[in-house]
């Protein structure tokens, strides 16, 4: 991943982090619990705002695909160790190199 796809992770997280505290905080101070639905969509808003912010702001001009790629892997990988995002041609390239049997191991891998 470049430096730069990297800074701008940084910032997204660091600008995510910070609204969720402050959403979350005013949230739990008022008294009223969230529903399920309303949440996902103000976590939608923040990350739709966030992403708005670092396009915007950045010092150097972002390609919008790169970003939000790099989001997602971003997303992904954070889950666990063992979590990747693949796109398109990276989920080929394995589904060619893991298809078939694999003797002595008791496994299978298709699709």
Excluded: C
């Amino acid at each position: 991943m470049s430096l730069k796809v990297r800074a701008v992770l940084v910032v997204i997280i660091g600008l995510v982090l910070g609204l969720s505290l402050s959403i979350g905080g005013g949230l739990i101070g008022n008294g009223k619990a969230p529903s399920k639905e309303e949440m996902a969509w103000e976590q939608a808003r923040l990350f739709a705002e966030v992403l708005e912010r670092v396009k915007r702001d950045y010092v150097e001009p972002i390609d919008d695909a790169e970003l939000m790629e790099s989001a997602i892997r971003g997303m992904v990988s954070d889950l666990d160790p063992h979590s990747q995002y693949l796109d398109a041609g990276e989920y080929r390239d394995i589904r060619i190199s893991t298809t078939g049997s694999y003797t002595g191991i008791g496994i299978e891998v298709d699709q």
